[in-house]
């Protein structure tokens, strides 16, 4: 054979069913270079995600009532909530927050598909709307993209790798720092910011840490948390059914293919590609619905463009279900959805009750550790308690502690009126005396905390000789 015999052109790689296409044969990353799209849904995407991002970077800014709207202070074990401070004893609440996220997600999973993947999803907001655009800026679009990467390191690839890579750098300290003030006070984080990382190691650490995590997720590393380390997508299958809403190719309408202009018998679809130029995650659509769908709905607006073109309606590409797509009627309201939406209201109310009825105080009657539970003398049975209280509002106030119960007892109090701080809390010793005549098993000690905003009535069984 001739050395001068040229080798045959690789095929370009085209998506399929059985590999992922971000990943190359050898394990590598493949780089995907989604090409830009404009259309109603890129508007809709767009707006979801600059009140997104504000909502993300203002909100440990707002107060409410002079406390943080949103704090979790984990070194003081106690957060904010609305304003409202929660401590220790309320964490629960996360655990049920938590579950009415997964509800939500789970809803709008078995309705809408990847809705929340495609316009709500954090990594979405990040990368699509902030680090993807930096990119098209400085690098251009999807083939200038695509050429840079091919090229040899020189002048003009130094450049705008490290022009890029610097902005990054600064973006993912911001979003890491925005992240911190929902752990720190922003007045303490600033403090923070301007003082030796020496005098604050923990947090320097965590900074360090989470940007090199942001930085490393949004530079390289991007669709694949999606694809392989996110549990929420593995979930859909089993979340979806005939009438959840994806994003779908219409077959029926699209079948068989044909180039634009080709005589004969041939469906909607002309075989551009345009749909899978701009999917992030670099599948074709019209092979069906699959995992590494995030639900972005760039290849509807792509395709709309190209139905523009060949005069064709809009929607090959479309939101629609399984049985819109064979032609049937889809039900939004479906015994499931209905279940999730009377759940979520149960849910809704719980939540509700739990962060506006929160108690503005803790106030607990403990029975004092001793070696017996009760003591007589002179005819009196003694027993003992502490009162545990906890001042939950977010500024020092005045509790005062009335005895009601049993009305014949005499009680003595190390303080009837206390004053705590914010956040402060207090054990209070209670001696209570009872004539031994007058003990029956199944007395209660019952006693009245009353403060400006609010009272509570706290009991303890006071205990006697067996009668
Ligand atoms: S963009 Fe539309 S016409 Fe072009 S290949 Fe995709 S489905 Fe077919
Ligand atoms: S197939 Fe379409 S909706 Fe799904 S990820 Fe790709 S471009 Fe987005």
Redesign the pocket.
Known sequence: MSSTTKKPKALARRPDLETLYCINEDGSHNTIHPADVKGRFQRIKKITWTLLIAAYMILPWVKVGGNPAILVDLPNRHFFLFGKIFNAADFWLFFFILSGVGLFLFFLSATFGRVWCGYGCPQTVFLEGVYRRVERLIEGGASARDRLAKMPWNGEKIRKRFSKLGIYLVISLILSHTFLSYFIPVDVLQKAVTSSPAAHPAAFTFILLFTAIIFGNFTWFREQLCLIVCPYGRLQSALYDPDTIVVG?DRKR?EP?GRYNQSGEHG?????????AVCPTGIDI?NGTQMECVGCAN?ID??DV??DKVKKPHG??RYDSENGFEGKKTRILRPRTILYMAIMALWLGAFMYAVFGHSPFDAELVRLRTDSVFTIDNGRIRNQFRLQLTNKLGNATQFEIKALEPETAQFVLSAKSVLLKSLESRNIPIFVFLPEKEYKPGTDVRLLVQSKAGKKMVQGRFLGPRK
């Open positions: 190719y699209g293919r909607d679809c002309i075989d551009c590609y345009r749909c899978v019209r290849c792509a395709c190209v139905m090959l590409i």
